[in-house]
């Protein structure tokens, strides 16, 4: 039997998305920026779907820039508010995804100075250290809405507060809030926020960037003037018709229950477990946890075999495996973050895949105990 328990890496498309995509494609066929009738039809599904998008944060529509997703978001946020400014000092998160740590690593290289806040053993930021960081120079503030790999969310309403009061651009990193937990970018005072299709049941590969009104940004990619010069390129029609419709499509807190479950269960049969950033605010649907002793990446292989797909803290680069740096920056040891293991539950789970990935769990560990104990 096969169990997906991995929501935060991509939600499978809602029907949804699938249909308003496949009647985008078909009867949306034209290019947007063409004047005929054809390109009219496809500037209709694109403005619809904007609209859609607008209402549904409760911004206003022009602040929407559609982008390939959320990697794509946080790089035109990052560079291409940079570009326009002089260089200084950008403060940004040590457990950010790489899709902000690169951009900002990339300005460092430039000549940008960059101070990354540390999280404490929770996996939360604290606002107080994001104000003790800013200087005279700061320039950005980019933080994440809630963390990929814990679920751990982050104090962004405090933080935008601190940013606006210093008159300070802060960028949000939401693609993980998405569906989770209320997002308000005004109640974030964010300038920007990055959003992802794939997460919420849309199309893999569509995204945006909200802009707020007054801010302005470079284009990275320069080329036809595109979402009002902010991002060129022929906009992906069928894709974006397919994240408007999936929007609200998915409450991930009906799988609280489900976590919590899933948790007490395992903390029961495997006392030495430990799950991070239980005692902080968390996205519903997120767990991550270490058995002593056990590789993660070896069992997210077992668990492969048994049906069970999961995510392993550690991230793959270049073939060389590298400890998940969330974990590390939250004070986990090396070989805990070797051994993370993280469950994302969504649409379709029940509690009984939760139990069953428990029993999974105790029976992998035994045999691979004994196999330690045999040689
Ligand atoms: C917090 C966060 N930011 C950005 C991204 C990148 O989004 P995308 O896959 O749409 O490029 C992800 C994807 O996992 C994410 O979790």
């Known amino acids: 039997m096969q169990r997906y ?5 991509t939600c499978p498309p809602l029907e949804s998305a699938l249909d308003a995509q496949a009647q985008a494609a078909r009867q949306a066929c034209g290019n947007p920026s063409s004047l005929h009738w054809a ?3 496809a500037r209709r599904v694109l403005d619809d779907a904007r609209d859609a998008l607008a209402g549904f944060l ?30 200084g000092h950008i403060i940004t998160t040590a ?13 460092e290289q430039a000549g940008w100075q960059v101070t990354r806040v540390r999280p404490d053993k929770r996996g ?18 980019a933080v994440m809405a809630a963390n990929n790999e814990t679920g751990v969310v982050q104090p962004v309403a405090e ?21 989770k937990t209320k997002i308000s970018m005004c109640d974030w005072q964010a300038d920007f926020m990055s959003l992802s299709a794939h997460k919420i049941g849309g199309p893999r590969g569509v995204g945006a960037l909200i802009v707020r009104r007054g801010m ?70 997120t767990s991550i946890f270490c058995i002593p002793g056990l590789d993660g990446e070896t069992m997210l292989m077992q668990l492969d075999l048994a049906g069970f797909a999961v995510a392993s803290g550690s991230a793959c680069s270049s073939g060389k495996r590298e400890p998940s740096h969330v974990l590390l920056a939250m004070g986990a040891t090396q070989e805990q973050a070797r051994s993370s ?26 045999r691979l105990r004994g196999m330690a104990g045999a040689a």
């Open 124 to 141: 939360a930021v604290c606002a107080d250290d994001v104000a003790a960081a800013m200087r005279e120079d700061t320039r950005l503030v």
């Open 216 to 285: 302005n940004l470079q284009e990275i990619a320069p080329g036809g003037g595109q979402e009002r010069k902010r991002r060129s390129g022929t906009e992906n029609v069928p894709g974006i018709a397919g994240f408007a419709a999936a929007l609200g499509g998915i409450d991930f807190n009906a799988y609280a229950t489900m976590r919590d479950a899933f948790e007490s269960a395992l903390l029961e049969a495997v006392p030495a477990a430990t799950v991070f950033g239980r005692d902080a605010q968390r996205t519903p649907n």
């Open 39 to 41: 390109g009219r039809n």
């Open 95 to 107: 457990i950010e995804h790489p899709a902000v740590l690169q951009p900002v690593e990339r300005l």
């Open 159 to 179: 933080i935008g507060a601190l940013c606006r009061e210093k008159g300070i651009a802060f960028m949000v990193d939401a693609v993980q809030m998405l569906g």
């Open 341 to 366: 293991i993280r469950v994302s539950f969504g649409p379709g789970n029940t509690q009984e895949d939760a139990i069953a990935l428990v029993g999974e769990l105790v029976r992998i560990r035994k």
């Open 58 to 87: 409760g911004v206003e529509s022009g602040s929407v820039v559609f982008t390939s997703g959320g990697t794509e978001s946080n790089n035109l946020a990052i560079s291409g508010f940079c570009a326009n400014h002089k260089q």
């Open 5 to 9: 328990l991995d929501f935060n890496a």
